[in-house]
Structure formats: structure tokens, C-alpha cells
């Protein structure tokens, strides 16, 4: 069965500063898709960014980007210009291929951020 | 309504209580879930629901009972539950392609 390992349980930045948030996986399959979401306190789980394994170039969408390295099953989020409202809990994310017919979705532990003024 | 909506919002019954959690996603995707987030652990997926076909139940004990009546609504029925079910039960929808699930507020439910 497929693992997602978040080894950074918290995380802090400065403002305006870059973070990165680490994230690797295990599986055996060779096409996936990889996914950030964000939980801010108490609020909805939203899809910070997603990547799709065929894929060789990082997803990027504005401040946030990953660096996906294949081979060594990694798949880090990294969040430039921080801002106060960037604060939340962080999960990485694994889904099997379309092709295996599974819907369901592997989580991390999460990583929570917080962001100092 | 937009997304994925969760109704109540937050629930506290009592353990010989029986009460259900109610989903609806306006996306029109033909997957939907059924998530318990505990303090401190990962999500636990408890059910998936295929165009409206169950297709994974992770041992989730019989106390809860999913439903889904068509592709837009779930249904998550609660008895006899127990003090360590309390968590935040989340649901989620998705589409095959591109994959992503699209998650409501949950629902935070405390039992006494």
C-alpha cells in the first residue's frame, strides 16, 4: 500500500520569506498524481496545487510551487513571499492512476505552518 | 451553493443517540468520501461511494452506516457511537480526471 511521510509535524517562516515543506511517498506504481492541500484553522481543506507523476516539469501556481523528484519518491511544496494567511496545516497527498480504479486518496500526517509577522 | 457543502456544521449527541451527517456537492463529480480527521493523525478514509456504489469500506465499525442516494448527496448515519469517534468527519468529491478531491467544511461532532 502506498505511504505519504510528512517528517516536519510544525514549521515556521517569516513573512514575506520562503518555506519549503517536505514530503515523500512509497509505491510501487510508476503513474500518479501527487497533491498540497491547505487547512487553515478551523476552516475548509482547500487544493493548494497538484502534480501529475508523467509529468517531468513542477507544478507551480503563483507563490506556491513543488519540487518533484521522481526517483527518489519526493515531492516538497515550497511557498514563496509568505504570507500571514498562508498559516495553516499542510497535507501531501497520493492518488493511485485512473487505470487502477482506485478513488482514494493517501494523506500525511500534515505539517503546520505558522507565519510571523 | 458552490463546492461541497456538510450539514450540521457541529453536532454533540450522546452515545445512545442516532443522528446523520449529510454531504451535497454542486460539481458534479461521480465520486464522493467519507473522512475522519483525528487531532494528531492522518485522515482515515472511511468510505467511497462510485456513482453511488460503495466501493471501499476501510473497517469502519457498523455504528456508522453510509448512504448514498444519488451522485450529489451522502449520507453518513451515526448510532451507539462511542467517546473516541469524536473528530472532524470530512467529505470529499471528485472527478476521474484531473483527480483532485474537493473537500467540504466537515462537521465537528463531539460524543458525550
Known amino acids: 500500500a502506498q505511504t505519504v511521510t510528512q517528517s516536519q509535524p510544525e514549521m515556521s517562516v517569516q513573512e514575506a520569506e520562503t518555506v519549503t515543506l517536505s514530503c515523500t511517498y512509497d509505491t510501487s506504481e510508476s503513474d500518479y498524481y501527487l497533491f498540497w492541500y491547505k487547512q487553515p484553522p478551523s476552516r475548509q481543506m482547500i487544493l493548494v496545487i497538484r502534480q501529475e507523476a508523467y509529468k517531468q516539469q513542477n507544478a507551480t501556481e503563483n507563490r506556491f510551487s513543488v519540487n518533484f523528484q521522481k526517483a527518489a519518491k519526493s515531492f516538497s511544496l515550497k511557498i514563496s513571499d509568505s504570507q500571514l494567511g498562508d498559516a495553516a496545516m499542510y497535507f501531501c497527498?497520493?492518488?493511485?492512476?485512473?487505470?487502477?480504479?482506485?478513488?482514494?486518496?493517501?494523506f500525511g500526517a500534515g505539517t503546520r505552518l505558522t507565519v510571523k509577522p | 451553493e458552490t463546492g461541497v457543502t456538510q450539514t450540521p456544521r457541529h453536532l454533540v449527541m450522546g452515545m445512545t443517540n442516532k443522528k446523520s451527517l449529510k454531504c451535497e456537492q454542486h460539481?458534479?463529480?461521480?465520486?464522493m468520501y467519507w473522512y475522519k480527521q483525528s487531532a494528531k493523525k492522518p485522515l482515515e478514509l472511511m468510505f467511497v461511494y462510485n456513482f453511488k456504489e460503495q466501493t471501499e469500506n476501510n473497517s469502519v465499525p457498523s455504528r456508522f452506516s453510509p448512504e448514498c442516494p444519488n451522485s450529489s448527496h451522502l449520507f453518513l448515519h451515526l448510532h451507539t457511537l462511542q467517546p473516541e469517534d469524536s473528530a472532524l468527519y470530512l467529505c470529499?468529491?471528485?472527478?476521474?480526471?484531473?483527480?483532485?478531491?474537493?473537500f467540504g467544511p466537515g462537521t465537528r461532532l463531539t460524543v458525550l
Open positions: 497527498a497520493y492518488r493511485s492512476p485512473l487505470s487502477s480504479n482506485n478513488n482514494d486518496m493517501r
Open positions: 460539481l458534479g463529480h461521480n465520486a
Open positions: 470529499a468529491s471528485s472527478q476521474e480526471a484531473p483527480g483532485a478531491q474537493f
